[in-house]
């Protein structure tokens, strides 16, 4: 079946950086976009940017410019992001989420991964 | 960017009853890029409603939207027990994608 399957919970200090991973399986991974989305605890879903499998370009939203490097590698079926010069405040959960249509940009992300949660903390 | 506002903020009803949670965009969506998604504690969001109006796959059709510009709607006919969570709009239509904060639907 299609699934996201994401990598384990993190403990990072303030100023580190942190890299979780998404593989993808049960679908051709280079035909849908990528998604990556927060949630702080208690909080709502925040949009951080979105990869394309296909030919690896990025786009990211402005609040993470410069802190976010999102990749791929097509030989396993995983994206990765990561997130650079922690702070408290990035301390939430994190989620993979596959765009429903192909090949589109703006669109719904039907499938989620299982959610990594990071935590920053001195 | 796109400010979505969800209201109300919690919404207390009895199964059986008829739910209707409403998403105001700060500006019009384009294309009826809106979508609705359900989210239990611990687990991660699950599609309902795209493009306004359309069902995901496996959604039942207890569950409906609808709207355009920048008012839109999702209405559940009778409440199930299941159906107590918390519920997300997301206009899509414009980078970035945008989230409302959220409406908590619970049992009253």
């Known amino acids: 079946q299609v699934q996201l399957v994401q990598s384990g919970a993190e403990v990072k200090k303030p100023g580190a950086s942190v890299k979780v991973s998404c593989k993808a399986s049960?679908?051709?991974?280079?035909?849908?976009?990528m998604h990556w989305v927060r949630q702080a605890p208690g909080q709502g879903l925040e949009w951080m940017g979105i990869i394309n499998p296909s030919g690896g370009s990025t786009s990211y939203a402005q609040k993470f410019q410069g802190r976010v490097t999102m990749t791929r590698d097509t030989s396993t079926s995983t994206v990765y992001m990561e997130l650079s010069s922690l702070r408290s405040e990035d301390t939430a959960v994190y989620y993979c989420a596959r765009g429903s249509i192909v090949g589109a940009t703006l669109d719904a992300f039907d499938i989620w991964g299982q959610g990594t949660m990071v935590t920053v903390s001195s | 960017e796109i400010v979505l506002t969800q209201s109300p903020g919690t919404l207390s009803l009895s199964p059986g009853e008829r739910a209707t949670l409403s998403c105001r965009a700060s500006q019009s969506v384009s294309s009826s890029y809106l979508a609705w998604y359900q989210q239990k504690p611990g687990q991660a969001p699950r599609l309902l409603i795209y493009g306004a109006s359309s069902r995901a796959t496996g959604i039942p059709d207890r569950f409906s939207g609808s709207g355009s510009g920048t008012d839109f709607t999702l209405t559940i006919s009778r409440l199930e027990p299941e159906d107590f969570a918390v519920y997300y709009c997301q206009q899509y239509g414009s980078s970035p994608s945008t989230f409302g904060q959220g409406t908590k639907l619970e049992i009253k």
């Open positions: 049960g679908y051709t991974f280079t035909s849908y976009y």
